[in-house]
């Protein structure tokens, strides 16, 4: 039909890149490099402050005040959000890399015959939105921004800036890591899908026009194939996800759909459905 | 109960520690604070570092160590704050990260040994410190706590000390 965009090669090289530059950047910055600096709560590249918006609203929310600079920093991520949709998750944050490397070597080493244990996505919602509410209510509480300090990829991100810049072992933040692997091993994807206040936030920014992977029923060759939701590094199934499903736009389901009926769209498609058209009697599979 | 009680609020919030030019009052500073390391990133000198284990709800937040690294007052660091948890001043005098103070036991000119390290070494020389007829060290208000006579204080345990702003 149409040449195939090969996504998982591009996402990798961008998730090793980022992992890559927060691992030297304490190197860098004290050899002078000083245009790029922060970790995941929040970056400075160039003259641009970029603020991780669920650490930055966790902030305001501990401070009980109003920042305009806080609020300028998180501008543009939550216009990535609102345009591209929780592509930090996918494509940026080392945890996901992390956990994705993590569930494939369970899979293919370890051959685990494991399969997606919470299949009810609407479920999977609620725990997600339960997390981010008791996230943000602690911050409040406790007048301290939970989120920038604990949520995984700042963690992941500080612990080589921990390991440079403290002349001792980085204790605290080692153990809450190695709680968050914990909870990761007690499930597939269990931090990324379920319990990173992050994702979960970057997963409620979405609106009917942002970039998502949108299924047109009439042109799916063979829905008891369906490579797509085999694919799925979320166990998805994208034929039948709602908005709030925890899709990534990872473009994984994109690229192995061999007939172009899954697409990455800001709105969804105006087709002229065809009662007779090919495969339009197909439906999905149940 | 009440003794456990304590403890566990002494363990999450413990005093506070000597925090970078421009902080915020403690507070407002842990609340604000994102633990970005953009600050401990920008100082030249090393003197910042992300709170260890033992600063409760304030780990991973940037604070300075006088006796190992004092803060050289460049003012490089409160600009680069995201939050605003450094307010971004660039006068030195306007800095307030606490005040030094002299312990008289053990002052080597407390006990008549000449020595004036510490007003020789004040960035702020003449204002923040100065010696008084008997040739001892008298702090002003205009310390702003930068710790640098802590750092060079001749005495094995240092004879002054910068007590950070906040600490009763």
């Not at chain 1, 399969?115 to 007048?143: D, N, P, T």
């Amino acid at each position: 039909m149409r040449g195939k965009r090969r996504w998982t090669p591009l996402r990798r090289a961008v998730q090793g890149a980022v992992a890559l530059l927060y691992l030297l950047l304490p190197w860098l910055n004290r050899g002078g490099f000083r245009a790029v600096s922060g970790n995941l709560a929040s970056l400075k590249l160039g003259p641009v402050d970029l603020v991780e918006p669920a650490a930055g609203v966790s902030a305001l929310l501990a401070s009980k005040s109003w920042s305009w600079g806080l609020a300028l920093g998180m501008a543009l991520p939550l216009l990535l959000a609102l345009a591209l949709g929780p592509v930090f998750c996918s494509w940026v944050c080392p945890w996901g890399l992390f956990s994705e490397a993590l569930d494939s070597f369970k899979l293919r080493v370890l051959k685990l015959r494991s399969s997606w244990s919470a299949q009810g996505y609407r479920r999977l919602f609620w725990v997600r939105l339960a997390v981010l509410f008791a996230f943000l209510a602690g911050s409040w509480a406790l007048a301290v921004p939970l989120v920038a300090w604990l949520a995984p990829p700042r963690l992941l991100t500080a612990l080589p800036q921990e390991l440079f810049y403290l002349r001792v072992p980085p204790t605290l933040t080692g153990t809450l890591l190695l709680l968050w692997l914990a909870a990761e091993l007690l499930g597939r994807r269990l931090v990324c899908r379920a319990l990173c206040p992050v994702g979960s936030l970057w997963n409620l920014l979405r609106t009917p026009w942002t970039l998502a992977v949108r299924f047109q029923p009439p042109l799916c060759v063979d829905p008891q194939l369906a490579p797509c939701h085999l694919h799925c590094p979320w166990g998805i199934d994208p034929r039948r996800m709602g908005r709030f499903a925890g899709c990534t736009n990872c473009l994984r389901c994109v690229e192995g759909c061999p007939s172009g009926a899954l697409q990455a769209r800001p709105a969804a498609p105006r087709l002229p459905v065809h009662p007779h058209a090919p495969g339009s009697g197909a439906k999905p599979a149940s | 109960m009440k003794l456990s009680r304590r403890f566990l609020l002494e363990l999450l919030f413990p005093p506070p520690p000597l925090r970078p030019p421009g902080a915020k009052d403690e507070r407002a500073f842990l609340s604000l604070c994102i633990r970005c390391n953009r600050c401990v990133a920008a100082c030249p000198y090393g003197t910042l570092k992300p709170a260890p284990l033992g600063a409760g709800v304030g780990a991973g937040t940037p604070l300075v160590e006088a006796r190992e690294v004092p803060c050289y007052l460049c003012m490089a660091c409160p600009p680069v704050c995201p939050t605003g948890a450094l307010e971004p001043i660039t006068d030195k005098r306007a800095v307030r990260m606490g005040v030094a103070v002299v312990d008289q036991l053990t002052c080597y000119a407390h006990q008549g040994i000449l020595c004036r390290t510490c007003v020789d070494e004040c960035p702020l020389e003449g204002e923040a410190i100065f010696q008084d007829q008997q040739l001892r060290p008298v702090v002003t208000e205009k310390c702003v706590g930068c710790g640098v006579c802590e750092k060079v204080c001749p005495v094995a345990e240092p004879a002054i000390v910068v007590k950070p702003r906040g600490r009763g």
